[in-house]
Every structure is written in C-alpha cells, then in structure tokens.
C-alpha cells in the first residue's frame, strides 16, 4: 500500500484516503484543523471494523490487560502478548497507522531491553510505539527514536503508574501538577515524540499542552481542547459494561445486541430449529439411501442438494 505524508482527513465527512497513514502524518494534523481520530483494536476483526470506519490510528493499547485479558490493570500484559495482538491487528493491512502500547517494565530496565522490545512491536506491524511518562522517560524516548522508531507519548493519568499516583485519578489539578503536566509534553516534543496522549486531566490543563507543543495532543477524559481524540473499542460499542467513565460515549449496546442473539441461537438449539436444510451439506440421494440400507436411521432425511459443494465455513 502506498505511504502518504500529509492527513488523509483534512476534510469534514471526506472518505478516507487509501493511502495508508504514517507516524509523520499524525503529527502532520497540527494546526491543520482536522482532529486525530484514535481508536483502540486488539484483534483481527476490530481493526477491520475500526479501520472500516475510517479512523487514523489504531492503538493496540495494553487497556489488552483489562478489556480484552480479564486482569483488573494493565501492570499484568507481558511484550509477548502485545507482540501478538500487535501482529493481529497489524495483519489486516489496515490503512490507519497501528501503535502498538510498549507494556510496563517492557522500558524501565535498560536502554537495549527497551529499544529490542519496540522493535518487536514494529516487527510485529506496528508504524510507531506509546509509552507512558515525560522527562523520566526521555532516555527510553531517545533511545527508541534513535532506532528509527516513531514514539507517541502518554501524560496525566498514566495506568502503568497506578501504584505510585494511588489510583486512577484524574491527574493536573493543582497548578503545581498542571505546570509539570506542560513541561513533560514539551519535553517529550522537544525530543521528537510524533504526538501526545493525554489521559484524564482538566480541560484547562489539556488546552495549555494544546497551545503549548507543536505535536498533536490526543485526548481521552481531557475535554474538547486536544487535536484529536481516542476511545477505547469496546467502550465506544458497549461491549464493555462493568465500568462506563464519565468521558466515555457509546455509540451503540452490542452486549446487549450480542446476547440477545445467542438467546435466540440457544433457544433454536433447544427447540429443534436449528440447523435448518438449508443450512445442512447433504449427500447425494443414492449415498444416503445407501447409508440408511447399511446403517439403518431415518429415511426422512432432506434429499441431496445438487449445489452442495465444500466450502470453507469462513473466508481466510
Ligand atoms: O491502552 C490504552 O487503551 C491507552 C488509551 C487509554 C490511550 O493507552
């Protein structure tokens, strides 16, 4: 697929561009008018959906750990399983740039650990890596960017930090926590991350980054003053119930959708209705009526089916 180096959503309600989206066009989107648009994937059929929809980024986000894996926070995926959601989504070719999340410990350790492990991330299909932290990270930013890799950043409340910020809390509300917010996010553009997430902080404190740094800022719970905007897939569809954040819309009830629809499978199950003739491969008469003088069995079976041909239950 052909790279581009400009946005492909300059445009209210334009199609999206087939050209595939890159690091450089992301932090191309500055001052450009048109919002970022993030979501997160983490499979196959999500990316498809995603990228369908025509967003910019797909971020394989370590959010893994909690929507998709069933631990309670993110401090539990390995680089072995972001390597492996990474290569799923990375898979589908999608025309969105994929960011594959660098998980906890995977650049706390040492400068070779950290560069080897986003590069499994771009082996893997990844265009670019997220990490999470400003000026302690700058080393692991450096380090990784000098491989050649680009690097979004990730400020305010950073999940892998859960321990040490005591909770997930919004993060920037006093001036002090605020001022450090800013200093990070130049830090972080000043040595060459291509643009900024910025997690649960007041909008005040999201518009000075936003004024402040030449990358595009990407908000989640941080108000309508970022150049682009990111949710998480399985909050956005309702597929995740437990827990609906005050900054999260949903956009649909798929839960909801989806076991209504497994009720009726297992009632038609239940009842006899399922599968129907015409959801059956049937043999050819004589084979059957062979069978049944062989084996013995109901002869009121369904008579073959003349355009009964093998075919693989889903396309590859
Ligand atoms: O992992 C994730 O889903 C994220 C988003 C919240 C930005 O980092």
Redesign the pocket.
Known sequence: MAETSVPSAGVPNAPASPRRVTAPAVAAFKGRGAPVVMV?AYDAPSARIADGAGVDVI?V???LANVVLGYDD?LQVTIDDMEHHVGAVARTQPRALVVG?LPWLSYHVSTADTVTNAARLIRAGAGAV?LEGGRKRLEAVRAILDAEIPVMG?LGLTPQSVHALGGFRVQGKDLEAARAIVDDAVALAEAGCFAV?L?CVPDAVARLVTDTVPIPTIG?GAGRHCDGQ?L?FHDVLGLEERVTPKFVRRYANLADDARAALERFAEDVRGGRFPASDETYHAADNVADMMIAVYGGDDASPSSDASDGVEAPHPA
């Open positions: 997160t971020l986000g370590d959010s993110t999340d997220k990730h997430v997690e989640i990111v998480v």
